[in-house]
């Protein structure tokens, strides 16, 4: 048998697993992620002269099921034109089959990576609305993320937030059958159990992930994470636009739909929101009864 | 799931109990070529054992393989085929009685080269990485070299041996670190030929790497997961 190097073994290794792109304009810079159904590298566009991501299909998951879920996926972001979903600029196949498509390289953190840092309950919540927003957008557009989770939420350099791989989307009606796709611990129960779900399935894996992110949650916040989670999917907000919005009013001090509140709770509330102006009213008061006091002295 | 690329060959581990002869040989034939380095090597580190005695060991471990139908107690829901062999290995080398193993050797088994394989562990210091980390490294190795050698055999059958050569010559004896343009002058062919013969060569010689892991495989999960292991990804 013929006996090879160190050397050559890696340079062995490294032709079998990287993609031919002879004829394409791009050439592999490095690898960036691996999944279970592609591997993300970083590639030059020698034509536009620029770095983009390339998602190429994993030699060891080569199929043409696998191919056609591939392409599947990039004409699946490629129909949903929204800020927080990467463009897909170009799809092909290589000589060896393999599909893959080229996309904008997001150089940033994932959100695991960006909440593990020092960063204030307003700033994470002002990125969890601009996710639940690219989800809103997808649910308005009939498509099921399936896979929302930190680790697949990008934050680039200038504060873009970008949910990515959309590997599992599927249009809703159509996400039943034997495959369960999803990550355990941010699947809703019935997408464990590989009944078919519609968008209140995401807005589960939400909610999942906005307690993650929230520590000692005010109690209004902390009923919109139980209704976003609720097991049963009917008594969750029918879509992330519905937990967007009573998040909103949440922040905005406003009534939350999630949550009954008292009349103190009201009350709070209200003082919370409006607090210049209870502070006005309290110090033109306490005037009003130092100079009545100053009065009868 | 079926495969992208065309399966020529199916599971050794299947093969091995056919009805067929041919394929039984071609089966053990495979099974020898990528694992009996590895296992030598591995046995050789991880025992005190001497050269010879380790020579014993390996010839009548694949002896026994053959005979004692000791492969059908794999059960893949356990584990990969690669450790469940040099957990056997193990075994027998642990129970193996010296004398029996030495009335083994010859007879027409394959001539292993075990002389190079003791050089090899001199000049490769495995005392860097575990027994099993070294196991793993040869199992690699093996893999790619009987790829490159069926390649060789595919290609002198297809006579394509200038393809072979330009290969050999690029991506082996240079590791890529040859230009096109020198390449093309050596085998007096234009610097495009040279690309798409190295591109043929390459894809080829990827579905051949492919086809051997599913040889020595028993279930498409542990494919994928040999897949990995071998492109360096989950070692």
């Known amino acids: 048998m013929t006996r090879l190097s160190n ?30 159904m592609g591997v993300i590298y970083e590639a030059d566009d020698r034509e536009l002269q620029r770095r983009v991501a390339l998602k190429v299909l994993a030699l060891e998951v080569s199929s043409p099921q696998a191919q056609a879920r591939i392409l599947e996926e990039a004409r699946t972001i490629a129909r949903l034109d929204h800020p927080g979903i990467v463009p897909v600029h170009d799809a092909g196949a290589l000589p060896d089959g393999r599909a893959w498509y080229a996309m904008k390289l997001v150089q940033g953190v994932t959100l695991r990576e960006y909440a593990s840092r020092d960063h204030s309950m307003a700033d994470l919540l002002r990125i969890f609305l601009r996710v639940c927003e690219t989800a809103a957008f997808a649910h308005a557009h009939g498509f099921i993320h399936r896979d929302i989770k930190p680790d697949n939420v990008m934050i680039g350099s200038f504060g873009e937030v970008f949910v990515m791989d959309w590997g599992v989307a599927r249009p809703a009606g159509m996400t039943g059958g034997a495959e369960i796709a999803g990550t355990h611990g941010y699947m809703s129960p019935e997408q464990e159990r590989g009944e078919d779900v519609d968008a209140s399935a995401d807005v589960y894996a939400l909610g999942v992930m906005l307690e993650a992110m929230t520590a000692r949650p005010a109690r209004p916040l902390r009923a919109i994470i139980a209704m976003a989670r609720n097991p049963e999917r009917s008594q969750r907000y029918k879509d992330a636009g519905a937990l967007a919005a009573d998040l909103v009013r949440f922040l905005d001090g406003e009534r939350v739909g999630a949550y009954r509140e008292g009349m103190i709770g009201a009350l709070t509330r209200l003082i919370s929101k409006h607090r210049a102006l209870v502070g006005l ?4 008061l306490v005037m ?3 100079i009545l006091l100053w009065g009868r002295v | 799931m079926s495969p992208l690329f065309p399966t020529t060959r199916r599971s050794v581990v299947l093969a091995l109990a056919s009805d067929d002869r041919e394929e039984r040989t071609r ?3 495979t099974l020898v070529s990528l694992y009996w380095r590895p296992l030598y090597k591995y046995g050789r580190i991880a025992s005190t054992h001497s050269p010879a005695d380790c020579e014993d060991t390996t010839q009548s471990f694949f002896a026994r393989l053959l005979e004692n139908d000791a492969l059908s107690g794999y059960d893949p829901a356990k584990g990969g085929f690669r450790t469940f062999l040099r957990v056997l290995y193990d075994r027998h080398s642990a129970n193996e009685v010296k004398a029996a193993g030495r009335l083994k050797r010859g007879g027409g088994q394959r001539q292993l080269e075990f002389a190079d394989a003791e050089a090899e562990i001199a000049a490769e210091a495995p005392q860097t990485s575990t027994p099993e980390e070294y196991f793993h490294r040869e199992w690699v190795r093996s893999v790619f070299a009987l790829a490159v050698d069926r390649l060789r055999e595919e290609t002198e059958r297809a006579g394509k041996q200038t393809q072979f050569a330009i290969f050999e010559d690029y991506d082996l004896d240079h590791a890529g670190k040859l230009s096109y343009r020198d390449l093309a002058a050596r085998f007096a062919i234009a610097e ?13 010689f990827r579905e051949i790497v492919l086809d ?13 997961s040999e897949a990995r292991a071998l492109l360096g990804v989950e070692p």
Do not use: C
């Not at chain 1, 062995?12 to 960036?32: F, H, M, N, Q, S």
């Not at chain 2, 495009?192 to 080829?204: D, F, P």
């Open chain 1, 7 to 36: 050397d050559m073994v890696a340079h062995l290794r490294d032709l079998t697993e990287a993609p031919d792109l002879g004829g394409t304009r791009y050439a592999i810079v490095r690898e960036i992620a691996r999944g279970g």
């Open chain 1, 281 to 284: 009213v309290a110090a033109y």
């Open chain 1, 288 to 290: 009003r009864a130092i």
């Open chain 2, 27 to 29: 089966a053990f034939d």
């Open chain 2, 192 to 204: 495009t030929s040279v690309t798409n013969h190295l591109a043929a060569m390459r894809k080829q």
């Open chain 2, 212 to 224: 051997i892991l599913r040889e020595a495989t028993a279930s498409e999960q542990e494919f994928r």
